[in-house]
C-alpha cells in the first residue's frame, strides 16, 4: 500500500471520527456514562475496594475511547498536511 494512500485512508478516519465527536448523541452517550459511573463510585461503601476499582476503570475507559478518537483525529489533520506536501510539484535543482 503506497503511501499517499495510507495518508488518504487517515484522513478518511479522520473525518469520521470528527463526525462522530461531534454527534450530539454520541456526546450524551460519554456523559452519562462517565456520571453514572462517577455517581456510582461515589455511593460505594469503605469495603467496596473491588467495586471502587472496576468503577475507576469503567471512568478511564470512556475518557480512552475519547482519547482515541481525538488522535484519530489530529493524525488525520498530519495525513492531510503531509498528502498537501506530497501533491506539490517536485523541485529539481531549484526548478519546478
Not at 456523559?31 to 469495603?47: C, G
Request: overall charge positive; cysteine-free.
Amino acid at each position: 500500500m503506497s503511501d499517499e494512500v495510507k495518508l488518504a485512508k487517515a484522513v478518511d478516519r479522520a473525518s469520521r471520527a470528527e463526525r462522530l465527536l461531534g454527534d450530539d448523541l454520541l456526546k450524551e452517550a460519554f456523559e452519562t456514562l462517565e456520571k453514572s459511573y462517577i455517581d456510582a463510585w461515589r455511593a460505594t461503601t469503605i469495603h467496596a475496594t473491588a467495586d471502587r476499582e472496576k468503577l475507576f476503570v469503567a471512568i478511564n475507559v470512556v475518557g480512552k475511547v475519547r482519547d482515541h478518537l481525538n488522535s484519530v483525529v489530529q493524525n488525520g489533520k498530519l495525513a492531510k498536511a503531509e498528502l498537501a506536501t506530497l501533491s506539490e510539484p517536485k523541485k529539481r535543482f531549484g526548478i519546478v
